[in-house]
């Protein structure tokens, strides 16, 4: 099979290889290899296992290699705003630690009075989050992190990807959005803000667009996968939203996408950033697109808690049926409704008892359940995507006239009904695999093998 894209896409729980074609505007996905995505906690800190990632990739790309395929290009994208160091030779400084580090607590909060977040936001679009890199960042400056006086370049994972399979160190655009250190309008590096942290300037480097060729692959590269030395890496929308919101179709005005996944993400794609005081306050981040839009969006807790829960339940030896989950859940009639985004569930060590000490703690009534828990997860769910469009309504011209789910989570039925019961407006779900489509359009983009992203009639 001539022409494949081979779409590497690596999200929170897990990553996989895709690969694809297109023929007469007929897309062809097939799921190569799927890995698992760990978590590693180890002394203080809990870390991506990034070794062990970037091997899962080259088995993927090699068992394309083996059911004959025959790759043209490769495109990568990860989750957000984490991040590798390398030094001039370089060698990755450390592992990547993951968001979920406690590194960044109360950080925002110590480098930011009042005035200066409203400054900041109208500069750098985003919603100030404790994940974020330009956090991570303050946490190793202010403990004088070893990493950072070495370091020679500062790459998000997708960019460290790409780096030991080409050899050429770039920084796509819709990832280093995530950062929090890019100017919304300019879309380059807010050098002042860097400065601001103490950090050097070479850290950051050349900021490529989706679309364009991150580089080749190095020739032991191809030996050892197989592959031509023709292959090259393109940069996609490497940040996974960016990728999977390219996957949601065009056509219609007043749209929002929902990405459902670990992390739920509702918004609207926009031409130019809303950097208004409303727009920040309602929690709304303006992150890089492909095509130089702009995703108007809200980070919500996504299916993170349920993941939990079934990866708990199951060491505790209890049920963990996906079906038998959803059918409990949907007879069981608790009404309680918890705040999805509270800090007490973004990585509790016990998931269930997070979710009963909330409920305790506002007078709710405690689920008693598996099934109880579940409802009690999704219906919180729905009802903050319903708080999100509300919001969104107050922010845009016009209100958003239809959601449309992307992305693994749109195959949960029963919070796509919750959902599509609360929202009042039509609800519409998939593509599942969205942040592999968006991921593979902008390749077949940059090979001019389709002119514009509505070229696709199907997908198979
Ligand atoms: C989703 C995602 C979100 C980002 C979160 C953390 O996988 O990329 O967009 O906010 O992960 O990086």
Same mark, same amino acid.
């Given at each position: ?59 993927? &790309? ?31 400084? !450390? ?35 404790? &994940? ?11 403990? !004088? ?14 960019? $460290? ?31 002042? $803000? ?105 980070? &919500?807790?996504? $299916? ?20 038998? /989950? ?28 997070? &979710? ?57 039925? /029963? /919070? ?45």
């Amino acid at each position: 099979m001539n022409n494949t894209y081979l779409a590497v896409d690596f999200g929170g729980g897990s990553g996989r290889v895709m690969a694809a074609s297109i023929h007469r505007g007929i897309l062809k996905l097939e799921e190569i290899y799927r890995f698992p995505n760990r978590q590693v906690r180890m002394g203080n800190h809990i870390y991506w296992d990034f070794l062990a990632l970037f091997e899962e990739m080259k088995t993927g &790309i090699r068992q394309a290699v083996r059911r004959g395929y025959s790759v043209r290009s490769i495109g990568i994208d990860t989750w957000g705003v984490d991040f590798g160091l390398i030094d001039k030779e370089g060698n990755l400084l !450390g592992n990547p630690v993951c968001y979920r580090d406690s590194r960044t607590d109360g950080l925002p909060e110590e480098f930011f009075d009042g005035p200066a977040l409203s400054a900041h936001y109208a500069e750098t679009g985003i919603q100030v989050m404790a &994940i974020n890199t330009l956090f991570q960042l303050y946490s190793m400056q202010k403990k !004088g992190d070893a990493q950072l006086e070495v370091a020679d370049r500062l790459l998000f994972m997708p960019d $460290l990807f790409s780096y030991y399979l080409t050899g050429v160190p770039n920084n796509e655009y819709c990832i280093a959005s995530t950062s929090e250190l890019l100017d919304a309008r300019t879309r380059t590096w807010n050098r002042t $803000l860097i400065e601001s942290l103490g950090l050097r300037q070479s850290l950051f480097g050349e900021i490529v667009m989706p679309g364009t060729v991150r580089g080749k692959l190095k020739k032991e590269i191809c030996e050892e996968l197989g592959v031509s030395e023709e292959v090259e890496v393109i940069a996609v929308g490497s940040h996974d939203t960016s990728s999977a919101v390219f996957a949601v179709p065009e056509a219609g005005k007043n749209r929002a996408f929902l990405s459902s996944g670990t992390w739920s993400l509702l918004g609207v794609e926009l031409d130019e950033p809303i950097l208004s005081e409303e727009a920040r306050k309602a929690g709304f981040t303006n992150e890089g697109g492909v095509g130089g839009k702009i995703r108007f969006l809200q980070n &919500i807790t996504g $299916l993170w808690m349920l993941q939990r829960l079934i990866a708990q339940w199951k060491e505790e030896g209890k049920e963990t049926d996906y079906e038998y /989950l959803m059918t409990t859940a949907e007879k069981s009639e608790i009404t309680s409704v918890i705040d999805v985004d509270d800090k007490a569930f973004q990585s509790p060590m016990d998931m269930e008892a997070a &979710i009963a000490g909330y409920c305790r703690k506002h007078g709710y009534q405690v689920p008693a359940s598996q099934g109880e828990c579940v409802r009690c997860v999704l219906q919180s769910l729905a009802q903050r995507y319903k708080q999100g469009i509300e919001q969104l309504n107050r922010l845009l011209p016009a209100p958003v006239e239809q959601l449309h789910i992307v992305g693994g989570g749109c195959r949960n039925h /029963l /919070l796509n009904r919750l959902t599509s019961e609360v929202v009042g407006i039509p609800v519409y779900a998939g593509p599942v695999e969205a942040t592999a489509i968006g991921n593979i359009l902008v390749q077949a983009l940059a090979a001019g093998e389709i002119k514009d992203r509505n070229e696709i009639k199907e997908i198979i």
